[in-house]
């Protein structure tokens, strides 16, 4: 990329990751009217059928201050919760259910009084629910990260998919807290957090330390995640529809596929203990 | 109330996580899995230099309540102020799944959780931040079965990924001690400045997120004396109402409907939230 170019790209009017990867995968297909700025829904094309992607974007003018750069606030919560529930709707007599694509580039979400006092809680929960319903209900739901999927933010917006997709790259972070916040709550320097980050992986904040705790489904590569290539949009299209087989083919619509990775022992461990003492204990 | 009321009072608040889950299981009746004694401990702390617990921090007892089968997951504030590493995640969505498993095969068994917690525990940063997602999906699942009760006592209160938890459920009790919030007071303050939010402005505080707050707006289903035999009744009652007519997190027209009518240019007090959500948010 030139100079020029990247220069141009950092400007104030650059679109989000979120917003370039939703317009490139949803290619010809216009937003469906309705939704306010930061919450983009299209049905577009997935592998020959249709599917909805679904990406929430910074809007410098959303009416509620704390969430103008992206994050997921009172709105954009609900928002998400009808963009599934209505897909989940339309849908409900018909035994095909049609897959949703859930494109993840959330900083947080909304910090703020006015958040706390409407219950953002239970915005997020709007929308953590709807896509947990949908993909109970069948619909197959895919989470790709393509950029920060942080917190609350990714709590709502995609972390209930089946399968979950990221794009390897300095600049796709999964986390629970931002690095300030996370050092005052524990009472240690940002120093300390990223020198312990570095030897404790679910700590860590690079996506390689993520992939290693078996969250994500595939981890892909691409040339240019900031402006994607043709060939870039292959890869993540190919990966897309690899992923659609995948849950096609597994009866489970749960979580469990998650399970099993080697930074993440004691979670199956606990499962199977669980199992076993609670037959044990039935009546 | 008066002396003889405050003597004659069990308090809920004072009891730790186990002995909140038994009482309100039918005397007798309970049983722990993974119990202090098989020593689960997080794998993580000890790593950091920090103590662990041979609980990890949360209780899993099942037994009856009012004779039917019950399983109550009770989190303990008292240990790193409640908040959720992998061990204690997997124990309460582990759980969650085995009792909607139990309902698929014809055992109705139904779940509370006892939400005392600052949502997800930081040194295990990703690990608490997918169980919690798992979480999630559990009560969603379980709620299409049985009625899944939270309660908030305090003093910790619920915040983070479980506040999202407690909003998901079909039910959620709590006092006048208990705060339900998504972002902790300090993170707000860190975050957004202190003219935001002061974190040290304790009657601020309750007053948009305390458990008299969250009632009057309608944010929560029933608000309780701290007394334990009085918190029994009410879960008594609300597993007799049976599931509700549609889920709170559901309620995605109320919702927006209701956040139209709010002007996001002024700063929000807590009588303008009453006054705009004591509406309702049924569609």
Known sequence: ?283 | MNTEQLLQRDSFIELNARSRASALLDAGSMRELIGPFDRVTSPWLALQGVVTQSDDGVVVAKGTCDGQPTVVLAIEGAFQGGSLGEVGGAKIAGALELAAQDNRDGVPTRAVILFETGGVRLQEANLGLAAIAEIHSAIVDLRRYQPVIGITAGTVGCFGGMSIAAALCSYLIVTREARLGLNGPAVIEQEAGIAEYDSRDKPFIWSFTGGEQRYRSGLVDAYVEDDAMQIRNMVCELFQRGMPEQNRSDMVQGFLARLIEVDASIQATPELIRTIYQKGFAS
């Open chain 1, 1 to 283: 990329m030139s100079a020029a170019m990247s220069s141009a790209m950092s400007s104030a009017n650059k679109q989000s990751r979120g917003a370039v990867w939703f317009s490139r995968l949803t290619g010809e297909a216009t937003p469906i009217a309705g939704y306010p700025a930061s919450v983009l829904v299209a049905d577009a094309d997935l592998a020959g059928k249709r599917a909805r992607y679904i990406a929430v974007v910074p809007d410098p003018d959303n009416r509620f201050p704390r969430a103008r750069d992206g994050e997921v606030g009172l709105v954009e919560g609900w928002q998400l919760a009808r963009a599934v529930q209505e897909l989940m709707a339309a849908d409900r007599g018909s035994k095909t259910k049609t897959p949703i694509v859930a494109v993840i580039d959330v900083t947080s979400q909304a910090y703020g009084r006015r958040e706390e006092g409407f219950g953002i809680h239970q915005a997020l929960a709007g929308a953590a629910g709807a896509y947990a319903e949908a993909r109970l209900a069948g619909h197959p739901v895919i989470g790709l990260i393509v950029g920060k999927a942080m917190s609350g933010a990714f709590l709502a917006h995609g972390y209930q998919a089946n399968r979950l997709i990221a794009i390897r790259d300095p600049e796709v972070m999964v986390h629970a807290m931002g690095k300030a916040s996370a050092a005052r709550i524990t009472m240690r320097s940002v120093d300390a957090l990223e020198s312990l980050a570095s030897t404790i992986p679910p700590m860590a904040y690079d996506i390689e330390s993520y992939a290693s705790l078996g969250l994500l489904w595939r981890c892909l590569q691409v040339a240019q995640p900031d402006a994607p290539s043709a060939a870039d949009i292959d890869t993540v299209e190919s990966s897309l529809h690899a992923a659609l087989e995948d849950i096609l083919a597994d009866n489970s619509r749960d979580l469990t596929s998650r399970l099993g990775a080697e930074h993440r022992q004691a979670s199956s461990k606990v499962r199977d203990m669980l199992r076993i003492q609670w037959r044990a204990s039935q009546p």
